[in-house]
């Protein structure tokens, strides 16, 4: 049949105009005739240029044209048409950003190979997923295969095979009328300006505004949650702006700040409405006449300056991790404004994660969910395809059916990639509890998780029910050359410890040893505090135990059982998580030198050996470690909070070198804690005293938290005795530094030599 390209486009935007919806059309088959198609419908189509886009590699049309790395430029925009080239390579981010961008009334265009080859086919986006020691022929092509799928099986979608001019459907839907939606309206009491009433497009939109209004008052705090394309940004910015007008200083702060690009249009468009000439609006920064200011701050510059601020609005919350959002709870009058659903955010991990501790705080909490779309309307079937194809709504099972999990209840299995495939409430279960793992998790990795050759997943179930799982990377076990390549500065991907390890910490033969990363592992937050976590990396580590001490297995043949020689992870250190991990084995071999931008946290390394090969790696890393830390906490780690830098040292397990000072020394140190001696004459004894200290068991000795936390600020990073004071609550600079040589009277009394015993005696006897 010959089939009529144009009239059908112009059947599916007719469709979608009268129902305020989308509509998909795939054009499937030779990428030249798929052009060729796009061009001759958009020559027709009443679409300006302006409103089109091209997501792919070439300028093929007369329109804007991004790179699909460049999708996000898209964030907080609309069009009436979205054309993606699909056919070089289909980065499943971008698929979820572009999906977002097409306004109601619009079409989406996907240019693909035919479909019914197209999972075997290899681009661009699974070179990428082909990390050292893997090839491109062991990535496989499930994700594509599950997408092709929700195509043919989901409502507004129309497909044509372009190779044999084959109509396959045609994705008309014929909805019924649709009521009108209610009118936003101003509420009677309102102390916002009618005006950021106005400007809103719903109801609901009216009513979120109106709830920041209780932030007029101290110690309340708003939660805003939303689904995509329901205008969250914007009544935060309406919200932001009314403060403004009103003399208020209005801190905002997000992942990035493009995340704000919409909350600051909304809100210079208020000012600039209600105040003429008066308003001044910047790139990030808005002043109004009567002194009210809105402005934008990176994270850990935020939390630096939440005392300034009147009012702080946080966009994309659950995009920020639970510590960054805790630091940021300190403010008086604070609004969450975050996506439930959505590659911005964390799905359910907001609520999960942070709502114990914003309800343990002293904040007034006011809640706001907006459901009623402003793009499109209620129920859009390319939303609804979007959501199931890039499972942007996953979440694990409901609550009572893990409520009994306990570690004597569940089974432990591997989550075999075609099991996912086929089954689809456990696939979403896994993922859904990924998702709350991890404030990154995005629509890559679904396709990392189904064909991502380097990664394996492992869960313990209840009942049939994913109640914790765990994703796993092998790294390691690379060629003499690609270490030496790493040694010499390249970068490897997939190979994170590894590269540090060789690259930074330059040790060439980290990468020879195989080991397995966990990436992230989550637990039900109906069954925490369990020990189900700890049972799952005992499961993992038994397994993997049994692989290493398998003499027969030939690790060169690779596959699930590959023999390893370490498990290892990489986190934002806090003392919580650094003690879970020291519980189940794992001991530090590194900490970054600079804070991650969105967490503000230092990362930690830390390695648990299931081999004498990884146990010489982990050992020889440990002491390097150990070695050089006193060095670090007064340079690179000089602001690394003191309770971490304690739980640090606890975790390395009596690495480094053996304490020897020498007599003076000793003499020095001792002088300092029973007599008249000064720590500033001589630190550097102190220094590793201290270091010995922490990395021995501390409860041999009978040393308050206040006191460690004194000797790491003093002793090990070097800070004044002034702030120290004021931080740890001493009366003065003076009485700080004498705690901090009664301090060093227990450590003296467990490790001097008779040196130290002699200058102990003689101020004992004075």
């Known amino acids: 049949m010959n089939v009529d390209l144009v009239g059908l486009a112009e059947s599916l935007a007719e469709e979608a105009t009268r129902a305020n919806e989308r509509r998909l059309l795939v054009l499937a088959g030779d990428r030249e005739r798929g052009y060729d198609a796009l061009e001759s419908i958009l020559d027709t189509l009443p679409v300006g240029i302006t409103e089109t886009t091209l997501v792919g590699p070439d300028d093929r049309l007369r329109c804007e044209r991004i790179p699909q790395v460049n999708a996000g430029d898209l964030l907080g925009t609309t069009r009436d048409v979205i054309a993606i080239d699909a056919h070089e390579e289909l980065q499943p981010n971008a698929l979820g950003k572009v999906v977002g961008a097409v306004d109601g009334g619009g079409l989406l265009f996907l240019l693909t190979p035919p479909l019914e080859a197209w999972p075997d086919r290899r681009d661009g986006f699974d070179a990428s997923l082909a990390v050292p020691p893997f090839e491109l022929d062991d990535v496989t092509g499930r994700f594509r295969r599950r997408l092709v799928e929700t195509l043919r099986e989901h409502r507004g979608i129309a497909i044509v095979d372009l190779d044999s001019d084959r109509l396959e459907v045609d994705g008309l839907t014929d909805p019924a009328p649709r009521l009108a939606p209610k009118t936003p309206t101003t509420p009677p009491d309102h102390r916002f300006p009618a005006a950021a009433y106005e400007a809103c497009l719903t109801a609901d939109q009216a009513h979120a505004v109106a709830a920041f209004e209780s932030l007029f008052e101290r110690g309340q705090a708003v939660v805003l949650e939303a689904d995509r394309g329901r205008g969250k940004s914007s009544a935060a910015g309406l919200a932001a702006g009314a403060f403004a007008i009103a003399g208020e200083d209005v801190l905002v702060t997000a992942p990035a700040a493009r995340n704000t690009s919409e909350l600051f249009d909304r809100a210079g468009e208020l000012c600039e409405r209600l105040e003429d000439d008066t308003t001044t609006v910047e790139p990030r920064r808005i002043e109004t006449g009567v002194g009210g200011s809105v402005e934008f701050r990176e994270p850990p510059d935020a939390i630096a300056e939440l005392e300034s601020a009147d009012v702080v609005v946080v966009d994309e919350a659950a995009a920020l991790p639970v510590a960054t959002l805790e630091s940021l709870l300190t403010a008086d009058r604070i609004a969450f404004a975050t996506t439930i659903h959505g590659y911005e955010g964390a799905g359910r991990g907001f609520s999960v994660r942070f709502r114990d501790r914003l ?380 705690a901090l040589g009664d301090a060093f009277r227990p450590l003296v009394d467990q490790y001097g030599t008779d040196a130290a015993l002699e200058v102990r005696e003689r101020f004992d006897d004075a």
């Open 359 to 738: 309800a343990e705080s002293d904040h007034a909490v006011t809640d706001c969910t907006l459901v009623e779309p402003i793009r499109y309307a209620a129920g859009d079937p390319i939303e609804v395809w979007a959501f199931r194809a890039l499972l942007l709504d996953a979440r694990p099972p409901v609550e009572p059916l893990v409520a009994d999990a306990a570690p004597e209840t569940v089974d432990y299995r591997r989550l075999e990639p075609e099991n996912l495939l086929a089954d689809e409430r456990l696939l979403r279960e896994a993922f859904g509890l990924l998702v709350l793992a991890h404030y990154r998790t995005e629509p890559n990795d679904l396709a990392r998780l189904l064909d991502a050759p380097n990664l394996e997943a492992r869960a313990l179930t209840h009942d049939g029910r994913v109640v914790s799982v765990a994703l796993l990377a092998r790294e390691g076990d690379l060629p003499a050359e690609t270490r030496a390549m790493m040694y010499e500065g390249g970068r490897v991907r997939g190979n994170m410890l590894p590269d540090i390890l060789t690259s930074q910490l330059r040790d060439e033969a980290a990468s020879e040893p195989a080991g397995l990363r966990i990436v992230r592992i989550a637990t039900h937050h109906t069954a925490r505090s369990r020990g189900l976590g700890s049972r799952l990396l005992e499961r993992v580590r038994e397994e993997f135990t049994e692989s290493a001490e398998n003499d027969g297995r030939d690790r060169s043949e690779g596959g699930d059982d590959a023999a390893i020689d370490w498990l290892g992870t990489g986190f934002g250190a806090t003392p919580g998580l650094l003690e879970f991990w020291r519980e189940n084995g794992y001991r530090t071999v590194h900490v970054s030198t600079t804070r991650n931008a969105a967490s503000g946290e230092y990362s930690v390394l830390m390695l648990a050996p299931t081999s004498d090969a990884g146990r010489a790696l982990r050992d020889r890393h440990a002491d390097w470690f150990v070695r050089r830390f006193a060095a670090l906490s007064s340079d690179a780690l000089e602001d690394l909070e003191p309770d971490i830098a304690r739980a640090v040292l606890g975790s390395v397990d009596d690495a480094g070198p053996p304490l020897a000072l020498t007599d003076h020394e000793w003499r020095v140190v001792a002088g300092a804690a029973y007599g008249p001696g000064l720590f500033d004459v001589d630190p550097g004894p102190f220094r590793r005293l201290v270091v010995r200290y922490f990395v021995d068991d501390p409860a041999t000795v009978d040393l308050t938290g206040r006191e460690e936390r004194l000797l790491v600020s003093r002793v090990l990073q070097g800070r004044d005795a002034e702030s120290i004071a004021e931080r740890l609550e001493y009366h003065s600079s003076g009485q700080c530094m004498r």
